[in-house]
């Protein structure tokens, strides 16, 4: 079964434009969350869908934000982009949320960077 | 609020011998606790859980050990081997939350041969 993807693996964005980064989870897996990985902060949430609806969402601003489809792929929008952005973006699936395990499988992250 | 805490920021283990990863969390509503091995530039691999109602959980080389008491788990690997050589994280979640983990800093582990 493949795993999780991310497109693209590697981004360069100059400060003031706009990003978006795709995700498709494991076959089968409904739930998509993404988070944020900066040397300083470590893994940060940002935000968690099931069944095209945000369910969750962490402490980012509105300059972030997803949406999901119906075949459960993802996708994250990050507009104005600020130096600060500049991270590696992790998304990770899981099958449905309330269920008695709660793994969640990573892909290989998206790489941003603003300049 | 850091909710999740690896107090060690690395650790050196001979290989062979048995790693210790340890990590603690402040908040009583985590239900579930997972533990990650992160390569650099790759995305984070689950390794193993537990779930609040548990004391331990098993998998080959791995166990992870839960004290709900001290708000404590640790992760151990016996025998360590080179290949085990990455970053840790520890990872909690509360049902509150829905799917959101909380990770830990990380902790870098070196298996040396």
């Known amino acids: 079964k493949a795993g999780v993807t991310q497109t693209p693996r590697y981004l360069i964005k100059t400060r003031g434009q706009q990003v978006t980064l795709s995700c498709s989870p494991i076959?089968?897996?409904?739930?998509v969350s993404w988070y944020q990985q900066t040397p300083g902060q470590g893994l940060q949430f940002l935000f968690e869908?099931?069944?095209?609806?945000?369910?969750n969402k962490g402490n980012f601003p509105g300059r972030f934000s997803g949406r999901q489809f119906s075949n459960s792929r993802s996708e994250m929008n990050v507009s104005t982009l600020e130096l600060g952005d500049s991270a590696l973006y992790l998304c990770?699936?899981?099958?449905?949320?309330?269920?008695?395990?709660?793994?969640?499988?990573f892909g290989p992250g998206t790489r941003l960077t603003v300049t | 609020d850091q909710q999740v805490k690896q107090n060690s920021p690395s650790l050196s283990v001979q290989e062979g011998r048995i790693s210790i990863l340890n990590c603690d969390y402040t908040?009583?509503?985590?239900?579930?606790f997972l533990w990650y091995k992160k390569y650099p530039a790759e995305g984070p691999t689950f390794l193993i859980s537990?779930?609040?109602?548990?004391d331990k959980n098993e998998d080959g080389r791995f166990t992870v050990f839960l004290n709900k008491s001290a708000k404590h788990l640790s992760l151990h690997i016996v025998p360590s081997q080179p290949g085990d050589s990455a970053v840790y994280f520890c990872?909690?979640?509360?049902?509150?939350?829905?799917?959101?983990?909380?990770f830990g800093a990380g902790t870098i582990l070196r298996v040396k041969s």
């Open positions: 990770a699936s899981s099958l449905v949320p309330g269920r008695s395990s709660y793994e969640q499988y």
């Open positions: 076959s089968g897996h409904r739930s």
């Open positions: 869908y099931f069944s095209e609806t945000q369910r």
């Open positions: 908040n009583s509503m985590f239900d579930y």
């Open positions: 537990i779930s609040s109602i548990k």
């Open positions: 990872a909690a979640r509360a049902m509150e939350y829905g799917n959101k983990l909380v």
